[in-house]
Structures are given as C-alpha cells and as structure tokens.
C-alpha cells in the first residue's frame, strides 16, 4: 500500500465515522432538548430523534447490504450483509407501520446527508479497502444504533415506539456481534 492510498483511506473512513459520530452527538443533543418545530405533538423530543434516525436507519442498512453483496471479496461480508439487507425490510415494515398510525413524517435531512456521504464512499471503494471500510463502517453504525435503540426504551414516553424499540434492540446487537467478528477479521484478512 503507498501513502496516498493510506492517507485517503483514513480520510474516507475518518469522513464515514466524523458524519455517523456527528448524527448521533446532534440526535442526542436533540432529544435532551425541547422538541423540534416540526415534531408532532404527541411524541416528546426523544421519540421524535429516534423516528428520524430508526426511519432512515434501516433503509441505509438495505442500500449498503446490497452495496456490499455485489462488491465485498469476502464470502462472510457478503453473507453478513445478505442478513443487513433481509432483516431491516421487516423492520422498515413494522416502524412505518406505527408511523402510519401515528400520522408522523420524520425529517432528519442531516443524517441524509451523512447516510449518502457514506454510500458514495462504499461505491468507490474496491477490493480489501471496501471490505474494510464496510465492516468498519457496520460497527460504528450498530454500535450507534444500540445507543439510540436503548436510549428510547429508556427515555421515551410513546409506548408503541418502546415496544419497536425494545422488540429490534436484540437483533441490533446480533448484528453488532457478528460485525465486530468481520470487522476483526476484514483486518487480519487484508493485504495492504
């Protein structure tokens, strides 16, 4: 590996965990302030951030499981993905479902932002370098994730989001598990 590879490398990963580290500091910043203009009045600040973050959260993990399928040189990326890409579907499903009920549209244009940033990076990405970005990007987006998952069972006040919340956080940290294995042996694996 040459320098200009490894310094752009750092500097893509260091962008992926600068914006996911970012999204998650303003959503909890958020959610322990008073509740957004746009936030609807039946749900406190707390279950507002976690409906913008959960609400895009999952698709991102379809897109970039996909991504990953197609691009990983690792059988156990690919397969890890393939499970990124089935599980959040039900899980998309069953938060739109109570958002439907609900009458609420979550915005978080800030985490859409940080969520494209992170897919263009996993499209230009190849070989190990992809594999290693992917993996590493999946622990700090499900370690994210089990914060925000937890911190909504904990502190929010709707109880069917409790409920969602409470029902998913297990399979969050599954997932967490099984990336920290990859993340461990994507390292190990790599040739530059």
Known sequence: MNGA??????????????LV???????????QTSAPLEAPAMLNAIDFNFVGQANLGAPFQVDSGRIAETKSTSA??????????????PVVDALNA?????NVTPSNPLLHGAYDAMLFTLYAEQGAAFDQ??????VEYQKGNAALFQQ???NGSDPDL????????PKIEDHLQRALKL????SVDSTD
């Open 5 to 18: 590879s490894a310094t752009r490398r750092i500097a893509r990963f260091g962008l992926i965990h600068a």
């Open 21 to 31: 580290s970012m999204a998650a500091g303003v959503g909890i910043a958020n959610a």
């Open 76 to 89: 156990a990326i690919r397969s890890y993905a393939h499970l990124m890409v089935t599980s959040h579907v």
């Open 98 to 102: 109570i958002l439907q009920r609900k």
């Open 133 to 138: 970005t992917y993996t590493k990007g999946q």
């Open 152 to 154: 909504e069972i904990q």
């Open 162 to 169: 409790r409920e969602f919340a409470r029902q998913t956080l």
């Open 183 to 186: 993340a461990g042996t994507a």
